[in-house]
């Protein structure tokens, strides 16, 4: 799931985890506030760094959905070129683009962080959305519209997309 900050990916994805396991999926959610307290600690958000970042994490989400893990990635993946290198990690046939589509006076009232302030302030530099550029996605799988729609709305809309493709691979 890609998106700004403040967009919902994160919200989606623990809730639509939550529905799965509750139905008996075994489901990871891997968001960006983990990974960089752990993995990617001490990346900072320039290019290259959130490259690296992005690639870590193609590699462990290959890695859970190698072993039949349904994984839920949440990150702002603000470039085309680090969504393709994540799909050519994770492979064709496991990587789906969801794009939580949120404008960014959206985001901003949602700053639970208080990090679009900072960046407005010049605290925080390279912040997607205010002096970093987020390519929209040009053909993503699914499109969420946080804007218009709650989060049991936006969920109830990835759970009937996600089902499908569970049952799929099952069938697979």
Avoid: W
Avoid at 20 to 25: K, N, P
Avoid at 135 to 155: F, G, Q, R, W, Y
Wanted: proline fraction near 4%; charged fraction near 25%; include cysteine.
């Amino acid at each position: 799931m890609c998106g700004l900050s403040g967009s919902g990916k994160s919200t989606l994805a623990f809730n639509l985890d939550r529905v799965l396991t509750d139905r008996g999926f075994l489901c990871q959610v891997i968001d960006g506030d983990i990974i960089r307290g752990g993995l990617s600690k001490g990346l900072g958000f320039s290019v290259a760094d959130r490259y690296e970042n992005l690639r870590r994490v193609a590699e462990v989400a290959k890695l859970f959905s190698a072993c039949g893990v349904i994984t839920f990635v949440s990150f702002i993946s603000p470039t085309t070129q680090i969504r393709l290198m994540a799909r050519e990690i994770i492979g064709i046939d496991d990587f789906k683009e969801i794009f939580i589509n949120a404008p960014v006076e959206i985001c901003e009232y949602r700053d639970t962080k208080g990090l679009y302030k900072k960046a407005r302030a010049g605290e925080i530099k390279d912040f997607t959305g205010i002096d970093s550029p987020f390519e929209p996605p040009e053909c993503p799988d699914l499109i969420l519209n946080t804007k218009d729609h709650s989060v049991d709305e936006s969920t109830d809309q990835l759970l009937a997309y996600v089902l499908p493709l569970i049952a799929f691979k099952e069938l697979s």
